[in-house]
Nanobody, 120 residues
Framework: VQLQAFGGGLVQPGGSLRLSCAAS????????VNWYRQAPGKQRELVAL???????DYGDSVKGRFTISRDNAKNTAYLQMNSLKPEDTAVYYC???????????????WGQGTLVTVSS
């Protein structure tokens, strides 16, 4: 399974961006999906998560502004980011747990990052 994140770019403060994370491969089921970010000089932090059952949770700094969603038919997850602030500037990574049908082992995969820059 490979994850590809895209949709980053330069946006002005107060603007919006939508990140996408597409999973490719065969014979897998994505369970939990997570978005992380890492700003320069800082540790990677969890931004948002969505379980296989649809439960979501968000980091305190993005609650009310970011929304995680997924389209299971397309094996794609999204992160809608609104009211962006300069402190949201970071490389954003998607991360997912997956399993093979009929097997109990769980796997975890990271996608490559996509840079989001919030600046005027």
């Amino acid at each position: 399974v490979q994850l590809q994140a895209f949709g980053g770019g330069l946006v002005q403060p107060g603007g919006s961006l939508r990140l996408s994370c597409a999973a490719s491969g065969s014979g897998f089921i994505i369970t939990n999906v997570n978005w992380y970010r890492q700003a320069p000089g800082k540790q990677r932090e969890l931004v948002a998560l969505m379980t296989s059952g649809g439960t979501t949770d968000y980091g305190d700094s993005v609650k009310g502004r970011f929304t995680i969603s997924r389209d299971n038919a397309k094996n794609t997850a999204y992160l809608q980011m609104n009211s962006l602030k300069p402190e949201d500037t970071a490389v954003y990574y998607c991360n997912a747990d997956y399993m093979r049908p009929g097997y109990s082992r769980r796997y975890n995969q990271w996608g490559q990052g996509t840079l989001v820059t919030v600046s005027s």
